[in-house]
């Protein structure tokens, strides 16, 4: 659908609208005044609204119910860090750093189709992707053979009792509010000779998340040794 075929006037406003406030969305894509109800159910009732600009009306268009990347999980009945993962591996999603943060987005590939949306709430620092009924059928298509090829390359005897060891010392200590950042470190002090790649593994997160979490420890381990160094100093 282009602008020139219908006839339809142009937007680059997203507006989706939830049945407590209407969220402002800033888009650079032509066409569309996309709206979003969320219902009782988790998942959303997206319409596409196209201004005619011979009539002046708007004619609203649904483009079926499209998922957060956590209703996604939520759908596929996948944990978010595992399913992050895999969907990495399927190229669905890319990594990315906005100068401060590493975020995993759906890839560029997925939104030229058409098959998802970048979105951004004005107000909030939080960047939020959805994905369409094609893009989860397209998934629903390739998950089984993806969940497979994901285990075979991390339920090994190593990983599986490196989180046994992580699971134990959470329960013992009642730390199951430990961060990702937290149980990277635990796992490189408790288990030193495990690699970044099943540290990955124990966790259900990529290879670049330890990695970037090992960088910000030796980082900190450095400062505070220069610290201690310099209060001997005279």
């Known amino acids: 659908m282009t602008p020139d075929n219908q006839g339809y006037g142009l937007s680059s406003l997203i507006i989706i609208t939830f049945t407590t406030r209407t969220l402002l969305i800033n888009h650079d894509q032509w066409g569309v005044l996309s709206c979003c109800c969320a219902t009782s159910r988790m998942d959303m009732k997206y319409t596409d609204e196209i201004i005619d600009r011979k ?29 992050t993962v895999i969907l990495k591996e399927l190229n669905f999603l890319q990594l990315e750093n906005d100068g401060r943060y590493n975020r995993h987005r759906l890839a560029d590939w997925v939104t030229t189709k058409g098959w998802g949306k970048r979105l951004h709430c004005k107000g909030s620092q939080y960047p939020f992707d959805v994905v369409s009924p094609d893009a989860v059928l ?22 599986d009792a490196a989180r046994e060891s992580l699971q134990r ?15 990277v470190c635990w796992l490189t002090d408790t288990l030193p000779e495990l690699t970044q790649e099943k540290i990955a593994g124990v ?32």
């Open 169 to 183: 010392f959470q329960f013992d200590r009642d730390r199951s509010d430990m961060t990702v950042q937290m149980m």
């Open 138 to 159: 397209w998934l629903i298509e390739r998950w089984e053979e993806a969940v497979q090829d994901y285990q075979d390359k991390t339920y090994t005897a190593e990983i």
């Open 55 to 83: 009539t002046g009306e708007i004619i609203s268009v649904s483009s079926g119910d499209w998922l957060t990347l956590a209703e996604l999980a939520e759908f596929l009945s996948c944990g978010r860090r595992k399913m």
């Open 203 to 234: 966790l259900d997160v990529t290879q670049q998340v330890v990695s970037k979490f090992l960088k910000t420890r030796s980082k900190q381990l450095s400062e505070l040794r220069q610290m201690k160094a310099n209060m001997f100093l005279p």
